[in-house]
């Protein structure tokens, strides 16, 4: 049976007259990174702060590793990289990594390894013993993302943790979150890079208005992929026949059609659907919808600036 | 509630505090303060020793030199006290360093104590390094013993106590410079309390008086020093009876002193419930 890291039922909180999340139910596994998307404002952050407990739901209730929201048993296996990720800035590196671990009860040679190897692995050993005042953007991730893990956390939030790094940083955190998940930690992460998110992420959340509107599992999802079909015709009769392989989504043009099916496996069948019922098939192809498309459909107009 | 958690929130702060500015320029401010001090203490000596006086006219002068070294000792570190800790805690809900702490198993109330401990131990430590200087000036420079060191120090220490909890406490619900305002207000309103309260008892004003009363118990810092000061001077100069810090017109109540340690627990109580509920 899997396990489940979060458990969140109908949470809800709001900031005076402003509603900042609304029902927010989502279930996350163990050892899977689930992403968490959507526009500025939509609530993902408060999300995460209500998990963490830095901020109190006024409805729903929630459990993160099994335990209540809030409890430090959950917290002491929970690591958390912040979105504007702040610290003492006139400690270093080293030192603000040794400090957390210390506020997770680690001391002596154990934490001192895992330091190394936490700033080895960030690439930030070089730098360790530099206060963080000097520290551009990126490295203050690299720096914050040891210190979410110095306590070998079986769940980790991590909010928008590439926003400041650059390519081979973020190819450097992709990698960790690999890693992450396949030592059975799950992740939690906030992200605007859809990209990134499309290639590390296993399961994505849609936050809209404080409400999830959409959950997909990336690259198993049976209605992710997309077939674009010109022929001649394409009258009813063919649009009701296609229907048999999968929903008819658009009408590009008067000689294409867009038809969202399970997966490449039905291209065969379709062009023979087509050919042996006498319409000319020009071209067929298939392509999976990119999650940025999917992020456009899930949001809708009215969430475009401008 | 977990030792090690708050000792390292405590050990943080420490580390932290002292490589701030503050507590550069307060640690400058001190030593000036000391050089001055001692120089002002040698001429005083030399000059006493020029000009001998009677026995009790010498002492007075020396016991002046004392009391207002250790009144200076002593605001110089209130405004330490008040000051070093005012963004302790707002400030780093306001720049976000607070979330990746308290996302720790650390509970608020470790935070808050391991803060209060922290800046207390080091405005402690501040004041005792000046006092000492002044304790030594006139004890070695101007030969002068001072009198009742072992009660007017620790209700001064109270006096820090009350002024860093109070400006501890505010930076749960308070921005960085509304807290910096209250806290320094209520030990002005304090401080012209306690002048307020003299003048009453020196007039024969029962009104003034109970002004001021009332002030000390919604601010009681300056009457620990007022009761300092009231232990540091012998009979004699406490009979000139002027109104002032130094006055020794109206005493206050040794009370005051259980007042002030309750006041200490209740605004630290205060900051502890209401940093539980603040969201981060």
Known sequence: MTQRVIDARGLRKTFGQTLAVDDLSLTVDAGEI??????????????IKMMLALVTPDEGEAEVLGAPLGSREARARVGFLPEHCRFHDSLTAREMVRFHGRLHGMRGEALERRIDQLLTRVDMLDAADRPLRGYSKGM??????????????????????TSGLDPLGRLLVRDILRELRSNGVSVFLNSHLL?????????????????????????AAPSSFEVEIRAVPIDPSVIEGLARFGTVVGRPGEHRLLLR??????LPDVSRWLVERGVQLF?????????????VDVMGDDQRPG | MTMPALLTVAHLTLYDARRRKILTAAAICGALFLALFWTVSFFVARDLRLNPQPFVQRQITLVILSVF?????????VLLASLLPVDALSG?????????????????????????????????VYFLALATGVLAATRFIAGYQQLNIGIAIPLMVLELVVMHTISIAGGTRLGTVTNGIMTLGLYGAAFIGGWVEQLGTLGGVYALRLVGIVVSLFSPADTMWRLAAYYLQPDIVRSLGNAGPFAGGSVPSTAMVWWTLAFTALTLAFGIASFRRRQL
Not at chain 1, 34 to 47: E, I, M, Y
Not at chain 1, 143 to 148: E, K, R, S
Request: proline fraction near 3%; charged fraction near 20%.
């Open chain 2, 69 to 77: 070294g250790l009144y200076a000792a002593n605001f110089l570190s």
């Open chain 2, 92 to 124: 780093e809900i306001d720049s976000g360093v607070m979330q990746t702490l308290a996302s720790k198993p650390v509970r608020r109330s470790e935070i808050v104590l391991g803060k209060w401990l922290g800046f207390g131990a080091v405005t402690v």
């Open chain 1, 195 to 219: 990209g990134e998110v499309e290639t590390t992420c296993d399961r994505v959340a849609f936050v809209k208005q404080g409400r999830v509107v959409h959950q997909l599992t990336l690259g």
């Open chain 1, 140 to 161: 203050l991730q690299r720096a914050g993302l040891a210190q979410a893990l110095v306590n070998d956390p079986r769940l980790v939030f991590l909010d928008e943790p």
């Open chain 1, 283 to 295: 071209e067929i192809r298939g392509r999976r919808k990119s999650l940025e498309e999917w992020f």
């Open chain 1, 261 to 266: 099916v399970a997966g490449d496996a039905v």
């Open chain 1, 34 to 47: 689930f992403g968490f998307l959507g526009p500025n404002g939509a609530g993902k952050t408060t999300s």
